[in-house]
């Protein structure tokens, strides 16, 4: 079954908030060989003038995830994961992510393509902080395999 086109446009629930820990940034930092001190140091990241550690510009994939898996269990999206790839990363930030954000992340699907027999699907993961403020919008392209002929 192709992707679904009429998928272009929808908006999901915003997903339950995550609460940015300060271990959660420092792991993630360590397992993208991440070097800054502000991921790492509250005293270094006070410093430069942020309340907790800043998380490395990668970290909201770990967000955009809960975002993404409403997506591919839509009923109607005809997305088999077995053939997905992902296409690209991007990020828009208004702000760092520091330690003790809460984060509230709603998805909102943007583009469908089709090239060469394959889909593209584009999303945006906006996220927002406890008080409503835009922090970072996550866009991601997956690219679904066409059935090999």
Known sequence: MPVNPDLQGRE?????????GREKVREFARAVFATSPLNYSPEAASAAGYSDVVA???FPVVVQ?????????????GIDFTRVVHGDQRFAYTRPIVAGDELTATLSVTSIKTLGGHSMVTSESTMVDASGGHVVTAISTLVIRGDES
């Open 12 to 20: 999901f629930p915003p997903v339950a908030p995550y609460l940015v």
């Open 56 to 58: 490395p510009p990668t």
């Open 65 to 77: 995830e809960a975002t993404l898996a409403q997506l591919l269990a839509e009923p109607d999206a």
